[in-house]
């Protein structure tokens, strides 16, 4: 009788521990698929916002090279 209160305990032990077995990989799924619709919906945004950056870069290192070149010479006005 005890053997078989043991065989039964076992079973149902070995059924719970399949069973949260099943449940954490479904929960790993559905992290994982989560996590990949985020990063599609975001990385073309931070593409977007990235090539903004560098181009404003751009812009400013221009404007600092050309506020480092000395002013053009004015012509002198003609006097009469």
């Not at 077995?21 to 992290?31: D, H, K, Q, V």
Request: no cysteine.
């Amino acid at each position: 009788m005890q053997a078989q209160k043991a065989k039964a305990q076992a079973a149902s032990g070995t059924d719970d521990l399949q069973s949260m077995g099943e449940g954490l990989g479904s929960a790993l799924r559905t992290f994982r698929e989560a996590t990949a619709d985020v990063r599609n919906a975001v990385d073309p945004e931070m593409r977007t916002i990235q090539a903004e950056l560098e181009s404003a870069q751009k812009e400013v290192e221009q404007s600092i090279e050309a506020a480092k070149q000395p002013p053009a010479p004015k012509d002198p006005s003609p006097t009469s």
